[in-house]
């Protein structure tokens, strides 16, 4: 709003003949951008955090060790089920993300803003999945990367519900590395050509992950072998390891804000000052 009142071109001519009047006619603004810049940043990162804070119980519970899917329960699930005091599954964490949406909504925050903090939240439980599956051995095996990939449906079907993946935004790539390995989970891994397919269909995990997770796989029956060393050797030879991967990734990495202008339909006439503030001494025009 600072900016569209500033009284700048081109900013003054995109605002109605009767709002025009209420632009800054004889203040520079010039000497606030930086500051006021930084506080929306602050104020972004502020809420960002909140909201993983909020999820993080849920995340691994609701998303990994959750068995969406009748039928395709294991050992494991069962057991954390009996002992935990509250059940969290995808249902819970979509349900908090549609409560989060529905308050920055209220309060007139850009679409654009919003596409950018939920990418952000989803790169934040697509980091968390990854970083707990890689030390699971317990979860590493074909029906858990069923279930994770039905979890993981769940979100996306959300954020398309929801319009917030348009415009190329690659709002939904922000999970790539997690959808990645729960396919991993579910594919062929016997043979050099099941090697050289899961090069090419994995392709956001990178070679340090994909050893891991094929090292920490297990057979889901009797009749079906651990991975050959092999197929390993393959993809190490055809992905080498480069200098400074890391195995974990980084869930509290930030991606860039951009602040993108748009113009507010704002009319001042119609503005209603709540009491509390005690500004009594304004006058409406």
């Not at 005091?85 to 850009?110: A, C, E, G, H, P």
């Not at 396919?183 to 062929?188: D, T, V």
């Amino acid at each position: 709003d600072l900016t569209q009142f500033s009284g700048e071109e081109p900013y003054h001519s995109r605002i109605s003949r009767g709002m025009q009047e209420f632009a800054l006619k004889n203040y520079d603004l010039s000497d606030y951008r930086n500051l006021l810049s930084d506080q929306c940043v602050n104020i972004y990162h502020t809420i960002v955090k909140s909201i993983q804070d909020d999820i993080q119980p849920m995340l691994i519970p609701g998303m990994l060790e959750h068995d969406s899917i009748p039928g395709m329960n294991s050992t494991f699930s069962a057991v954390r089920k009996q002992s935990s005091d509250k059940v969290y599954d995808t249902v819970t964490i979509v349900n908090r993300l549609q409560f989060f949406l529905q308050l920055m909504t209220s309060q007139s925050v850009s679409r654009d803003i919003v596409r950018q903090l939920v990418r952000q939240i989803l790169y934040f439980i697509n980091a968390t999945l990854l970083n707990n599956l890689i030390l699971r051995k317990d979860l590493c095996h074909w029906s858990k990367g069923i279930q994770i990939r039905y979890n993981l449906s769940q979100i996306e079907q959300w954020v398309r519900e929801q319009q917030l993946d348009v415009d190329d935004s690659g709002i939904l790539s922000s999970l790539g590395e997690i959808r990645q390995a729960s396919q991993l989970l579910q594919m062929n891994k016997a043979t050099n050509d099941n090697a050289a397919a899961i090069c090419e269909t994995c392709y956001s995990l990178n070679t340090l992950q994909l050893q891991k997770l094929l090292v920490l796989y297990s057979p889901s029956s009797e009749f079906e072998e651990r991975v050959p060393q092999s197929v390993i050797k393959y993809i190490l030879n055809y992905r080498p390891i480069e200098p400074g991967v890391k195995l974990m990734l980084d869930p509290n990495k930030m991606h860039t804000i951009n602040f993108t202008y748009e113009t507010r339909d704002v009319d001042f006439t119609m503005v209603t000052i709540p009491e509390g503030l005690r500004l009594n001494f304004l006058e409406r025009y």
